[in-house]
T-cell receptor
Framework: AQSVTQLDSHVSVSEGTPVLLRCNYS??????LFWYVQHPNKGLQLLLK??????LVKGINGFEAEFKKSETSFHLTKPSAHMSDAAEYFC???????????FGTGTRLQVFP | DAMVIQNPRYQVTQFGKPVTLSCSQT?????MYWYQQKSSQAPKLLFH???????NEADTPDNFQSRRPNTSFCFLDIRSPGLGDAAMYLC????????????FGPGTRLTVT
């Protein structure tokens, strides 16, 4: 079975400081992993995805994530937070043969001026 | 731009009064999904379609029904809304295959009075 665990329900940073949102996964096969962002009262937007190519994945808005098989992790990072990054972030893994996604519980990112 | 469109963005209905939410897509994806998302939670899959093949989640209440008359459109019908059905309803689309991401619409916020 596949699963994802987001290790922090809330993360607070100051504007201009680095962001780290942590995600561990469990999968019996080579997974496809995604990070989505959701601003209040909006739909989910794909930030980036890993599908067994390069382990360091670059996404939109300066975000990137590194797939580490040995640590079963897929942490999301950004060098410098912006106020507009304040949102809910979901780490997601795909299932093997059902086209369904399994969502983590989400991490709420707050950015202080 | 190709996209997933949901109408209306906000819907208010009375307890027990049927309501229909709509979703359309210009991406020509064969898979369409309906999710329910309550405050501070991850989206919860209600059902999805492979083309016209309907797939219901085991824990989706019978109160929720869906129709997909063609590739572009999908509807969510709530036959007798209860107060517990107040939520954000998200439509998503994707291609078939676990490497493909899902594209989400902006959501419909349902209020039940």
């Amino acid at each position: 079975a596949q699963s994802v665990t987001q290790l922090d329900s809330h993360v607070s940073v100051s504007e201009g400081t680095p962001v780290l949102l942590r995600c561990n996964y469990s999968s019996s096969y080579s997974p496809s992993l995604f990070w989505y962002v959701q601003h209040p009262n909006k739909g989910l937007q794909l930030l980036l995805k890993y599908t067994s190519a390069a382990t360091l994945v670059k996404g939109i808005n300066g975000f990137e994530a590194e797939f580490k098989k040995s640590e079963t992790s897929f942490h999301l990072t950004k060098p410098s937070a912006h106020m507009s990054d304040a949102a809910e972030y979901f780490c997601v893994v795909s299932t093997y043969n059902t086209d369904k996604l399994i969502f983590g519980t989400g991490t709420r990112l707050q950015v202080f001026p | 731009d190709a996209m997933v469109i949901q109408n209306p963005r906000y819907q208010v209905t009375q307890f027990g009064k049927p309501v229909t939410l709509s979703c359309s897509q210009t991406l020509n994806h064969n898979v369409m999904y309906w999710y329910q998302q309550k405050s501070s939670q991850a989206p919860k899959l209600l059902f999805h379609y492979y083309d016209k093949d309907f797939n219901n989640e085991a824990d989706t209440p019978d109160n929720f029904q869906s129709r997909r008359p063609n590739t572009s459109f999908c509807f969510l019908d709530i036959r007798s809304p209860g107060l517990g059905d107040a939520a954000m309803y998200l439509c998503a689309t994707s291609r078939t295959g676990r490497h493909y991401e899902q594209y989400f619409g902006p959501g419909t916020r349902l209020t039940v009075t």
